[in-house]
């Protein structure tokens, strides 16, 4: 059969599992240095640029993490500008063409 739990069974468990000076002995606290990495590169993965620059002040690990997102995100942009500016020339090229055609004919 499976045990439930009631308020009385949380209050017991709790003071089992804190010193008598009243603080938890079982939970270690957190701290963002140990983030790993990959976790850590997933979620300043989802930031633009303006808040990753906030993120580089934190400590060293998310300053180097932030620069390498941030060149990221410039190089995609310039790839994705550079890609526009080449449709852009062949749109003129063949816009160009069409003028010249009617002009022949």
Not at 22 to 42: H, Q, V, W
Not at 65 to 75: A, E, R, V
Not at 88 to 101: M, P, V
Request: proline share 4%; net charge neutral; with cysteine.
């Amino acid at each position: 059969m499976p045990r439930t739990y009631s308020h009385r069974n949380c209050k017991a468990k709790k003071a089992n599992s804190t010193s008598h000076s009243g603080f938890s002995t079982s939970k270690k606290t957190a701290n963002m240095n140990d983030i790993p990495p990959e976790i850590l590169n997933m979620i300043l993965g989802h930031l633009d640029n303006d808040d990753l620059k906030n993120c580089r002040k934190v400590n060293p690990q998310w300053e180097a993490m932030s620069d390498g997102l941030i060149y990221k995100n410039n190089k995609k942009q310039l790839d994705q500008l550079e890609q526009r500016v080449a449709d852009l020339e062949r749109e003129y090229d063949e816009l160009q063409a069409r003028i010249r055609q009617m002009n022949d004919d």
